[in-house]
């Protein structure tokens, strides 16, 4: 029997049983109370980490920012609690990312919390070996604990009072569904740690960024595919320390895999027909037509050829872009007719400029509003008392659930591709520059989960709107060094100051 085979069967047959559910908690720590050596890229790697955990491999996300050592213990406390109380099966996995700064004393690193000072790192740090002792005993199958910070790789082997307790050991690469199917029955306990070993080290150097780029080869090479295919590819692309280590109550056979989740099939591509009355005609109103086509991806860190979720080529149809995004004004009226009340933000330059301060569920809101106010169909269709359930953050207070009715004429946020395909000039001369205005320095909300790739897989080569569930949802920030848009991902209920938005609508059946 092929080996695919067995392992959908398996995962059909099996699915709670063998399979569990993906929790991930990402420790992010970019600004400290003693010391100015931290730096903002902690969050922000995080931020990316998490969206491409949530739309590619299923994971439920939670980012933590600029904890105190307090905050981490609770956390990891209230994650214990979750697992012995059955409120999350047990056969699941679990994966514990550490991204900061990090110090040593006595020949053993610690992770510093925001709270920390690094030079008593004794005192104020959380040692590696105490943070192991705690994560090994949660009641979870597998656990795999990835460390980017100084000093990671440097943990006392006598940490417990017990011998041998945590070794390094060679990760399995490649696992047949013999092994998917008896490391169910085995606990995995993982450190990955991802070492600069260089105490003057920018925080940017890039070990985040490496293992997302890790993870998104190793889902090219195998649907299952196993920390150890990362490993493989760190050891390779880079020269500075990754060591692997097993801890307390791991088998030497089990390992941590990551599932790539599968693309939704697009039951309707934005665009189609539906039978709706037309949208404003031609440029009525201010609208510029993008006449559709085919293009390669070109946005920054989505024309990797080692990223097996870039295709060569997709294809847009034509569609209608506001040449500038919604400005505070805009967004004044919104509120005055949708909530009686003047929305307002410190943050706003005046009236004219582009706003910011607005979330992503706040976007779509404005979207619909728009539609009913020019009396065409709304496109969204918001539940605010049902919780999204392709919504996988669990730092998201809201979690509205919001579907798109991509044959409606009336507006809506842009697709990550339709933003890019329009930024970047791809229609010709449907779009000049001149009619394509940013606000330098904001990014702008899509409709996508941002999964930091678009899906080869052959139904979402014509429109694609994104992984069916995430974390994140997508940003895109246009700049002379970046004319195609810089990737980046917001928690939908998260109002940044650097954030705002534009709206288009579909160009099927517009008379010009």
Known sequence: MNSKVLVYLIQLLFPLF???????????????????NGSSAAVADATRLGAMLSARFGFEVEIVENPSAEDIRQKLDEYRQHYEEGAWPSNGQLLLYFTGRGAEQNGAGYFLPADGDDGQPMATGLAWYNLLAEVADIKCTHILVVADALYSSRISPDWDGQSPSIEQRPLPTRLDPGSLLVRQFSKSRIMLALDPQNPWASRDSGLSTLFRAGLAWAAGQSEEASIGLVEQYLRQHSSRAIAAYSFKGDAPYATFVFYSQPPEPAEQQPGSGGGQPPAPGGEKDGFVHVSGGAFTPQAAGYANPGNHASPQEITIRDFYISPEPVTSADFVRFGLYEKNKAPDSPHWRSYTSSVTEVDWYEAVEYCNWLSRHNGLEEVYTIDKDE??????????????????????????????????????????????????????????????????????????????????????????????????????????????????????????????
Request: proline share 6%.
């Open 18 to 36: 063998l399979f569990g559910q993906n929790q991930a908690l990402v420790i992010a720590v970019g600004e400290y109370e003693h010391f100015d």
């Open 387 to 512: 919780e999204s359930e392709s919504n996988l953050n669990r730092n998201d207070e809201k979690k509205w659930a919001v579907t798109a009715n991509w044959g409606a004429n009336g507006y809506r946020l842009p697709t990550a591709a339709e933003w890019e395909y329009a930024a970047c000039g791809h229609a010709g001369k449907a779009v000049e520059n001149s009619r394509f205005m940013v606000d330098e320095g904001i990014s702008e909300w899509c409709w996508d989960w941002e999964g930091f790739g678009y899906s080869s897989a052959p139904e979402q080569l014509s429109d694609p709107h994104g992984p069916p569930r995430g974390a994140f949802r997508a940003l895109r920030r246009q700049s002379d060094e970046e004319p195609c848009g810089a990737p980046g991902a917001g928690a939908p209920a998260k109002r940044y100051s650097d954030v705002g938005f534009r709206v288009v609508r579909r160009g099927g059946g517009v008379s010009e």
